[in-house]
């Protein structure tokens, strides 16, 4: 029975020892497939590294700032009564954006139209009207000074001839003189007092006019089509004349600002190119040499520059930039196909073949010119690169087609 036992033991072990002895073949069998299709070489599209005419450039660093800003802010005092954006609003240029309430203004108005039309009035004009000018001579207060005056003149005239004939005492005469002077005077005082009454008229109708322009100023529109940077005031508040109430920024086209060393600034003129790279832009982005500061910086010895960059919304103002400046068109240097440029965490690569392996090589670019990159440094002329390396790993074989 013992026997019979072992014997069914040992028959169970050999069987599992042949199962596990399968197992380990199969295994060893796989890795051995995989390896050698590790060790096989893989098949690769390259290019030589050569010169072509992209031409000459200067490298600088800068800013992207907005094209303008300013700050929408009240000329009048009063109470915010509506805000019609907020921060990331598009405006266009003369939206509305901003109110103050209106109503002391209207008042106001009001009060300045009644007092110019009292004005009018005391004129001997209506009370509305566009022109406050008048003839004064032709005034009733000044037509009755006129008539006293000339019925003065016309009997010293008389009282003369008779003081001649003697008729009359001198005293008479004396008294009517008076009485003319008296005329006179009265005439000219009624000329300057309705002189006095248009100048009065003049100032009523600036008040008005005053008043009306603070009426509108109670609106508060956009300058230029732009985006609204920061809102400043609330609903409510109680604003001071000037007081800001929302930031808006012009963001098309962008200035790109920055800083030209002194022996490259020679080479920098208005018009040039401007090939700007951003992190995070799908794409760079392509410019123009707008301003240049007439004077080096004696301090930093940089010239200050500006590119006005077209936007369609993927630059942001504040970001830093790399640009490329054009200076020479003409000019040769080395170029690689964009495809064969690898970039990964911020740092740019590409995949030479040497003795049939592929080795990785960092390099520095510069500008991009259609299908073509300008290499700076990293690689030589006639170096053999990999076109979409992808995932290929230092070291492994492969055969060029």
């Known amino acids: 029975m013992a026997a019979s036992v072992f014997s069914r033991i040992t028959l169970a072990s050999v069987v599992v020892a042949v199962l596990a002895g399968c197992g380990d073949d199969s295994g060893a069998s796989a890795s051995a497939q995989e390896s050698k299709r590790d060790q096989a070489p893989r098949r690769v599209q390259t290019a030589r590294v050569e010169e072509r005419q992209l031409g000459s450039s200067v490298l600088v660093n800068g800013t992207l700032d907005a094209y303008d800003r300013a700050t929408a802010g009240t000329k009048v005092a009063g109470r915010l009564q509506s805000l019609a954006v907020d921060l990331g609003s598009r405006v266009r240029a003369g939206q509305l954006v901003a109110r103050i309430d209106p109503t002391d203004y209207s008042i106001r108005l009001t009060q300045a ?51 001649k004939d003697g008729v009359i005492s001198k005293a008479d005469f004396d008294q009517v003189l008076s009485q003319s002077r008296v005329a006179e005077s009265r005439y000219q005082e009624s000329l300057e007092e309705i002189r006095n009454r248009q100048a009065v008229a003049t100032q009523r109708r600036a008040e008005v006019a005053l008043a009306r322009q603070q009426l509108a100023d109670t609106a508060i529109y956009a300058a230029f089509d732009g985006v609204v940077q920061q809102r400043i005031a609330s609903l409510g508040e109680y604003l001071a004349a000037g007081a800001p109430v929302v930031e808006i920024v012009k963001i098309n086209p962008l200035r790109f600002r920055a800083e030209v060393p002194e022996r490259e600034a020679m080479s920098i003129r208005i018009g040039q190119s401007v090939q700007l790279t951003v992190d995070g832009a799908p794409a760079p982005v392509t410019g123009r040499v707008t301003r240049l500061s007439p004077t080096i910086t004696e301090r930093t010895r940089v010239l200050q520059m500006e590119a006005d960059i077209p936007n369609n919304g993927a630059l942001r103002a504040g970001s830093f930039a790399r640009a490329t400046i ?14 064969a440029l690898v970039t990964f965490a911020g740092i740019e690569k590409v995949v030479v073949v040497e003795k049939g392996k592929t080795k990785e090589k960092p390099v520095t670019t510069g500008r991009r010119a259609g299908a073509y990159i300008e290499v700076l440094n990293g690689v030589a002329a006639g170096d053999e690169v990999v076109l979409n390396p992808g995932n290929m790993r230092p070291g492994q074989a492969v055969v060029t087609r």
């Open 113 to 163: 139209e009644a007092g110019l039309a009292q004005a009018r009035v005391r004129l001997g004009l209506p009370p509305q009207g566009g022109s406050d000018s008048v003839d004064p001579t032709d005034t009733p207060p000044v037509r009755e000074a006129r008539a006293l005056l000339e019925e003065a003149r016309a009997s010293r005239e008389r009282y003369s001839a008779l003081l």
């Open 326 to 339: 054009v200076t020479d068109t003409t000019a040769t240097s080395l170029a690689i196909p964009s495809e």
